[in-house]
């Protein structure tokens, strides 16, 4: 059974980072894509970043652009997202998925598995 572990989450101050983790088991997702996404209270869940190691192709969104990072340790079957310069906006439950489909997608209907989330919370 494939299951993806959230963790890292917690509560920081704007202008601080977080670094969230998403461990792997049950499967290897070394050829596909896997994304991060988030969903704030009230609102829909929506698209962060996406990448594919096998083809090197990333996408962000806009509103994380040069303050997020996605990356992968092989060894663990772990991906990272690292959060800097974080504002009170970023606050929501994050979620990793897994695509086991070719190509990338910034839609959650293009993922496969999903985790059960982690809280993130920024303070002003």
């Known amino acids: 059974q494939v299951q993806l572990v959230e963790s890292g989450g917690g509560l920081v101050q704007a202008g601080g980072s977080l670094r969230l983790s998403c461990a792997a088991s049950?499967?290897?997702?070394?050829?596909?894509?896997m994304g991060w996404f988030r969903q704030a209270p009230g609102k829909e869940r929506e698209f962060v970043t996406t990448?594919?190691?096998?083809?090197?192709?990333?996408a962000y969104a806009d509103s994380v652009k040069g303050r997020f990072t996605i990356s992968r340790d092989n060894a663990r079957n772990t991906v990272f997202l690292q959060m800097n310069s974080l504002k009170p906006e970023d606050t929501a439950v994050y979620y990793c998925?897994?695509?086991?489909?070719?190509?990338?997608?910034?839609?959650?209907?293009?993922?496969?598995?999903w985790g059960q989330g982690t809280q993130v919370t920024v303070s002003s």
């Open positions: 998925a897994a695509r086991t489909r070719v190509g990338l997608s910034q839609s959650d209907r293009g993922y496969d598995y």
């Open positions: 049950g499967r290897t997702f070394s050829s596909y894509a």
């Open positions: 990448k594919n190691w096998s083809t090197g192709n990333t």
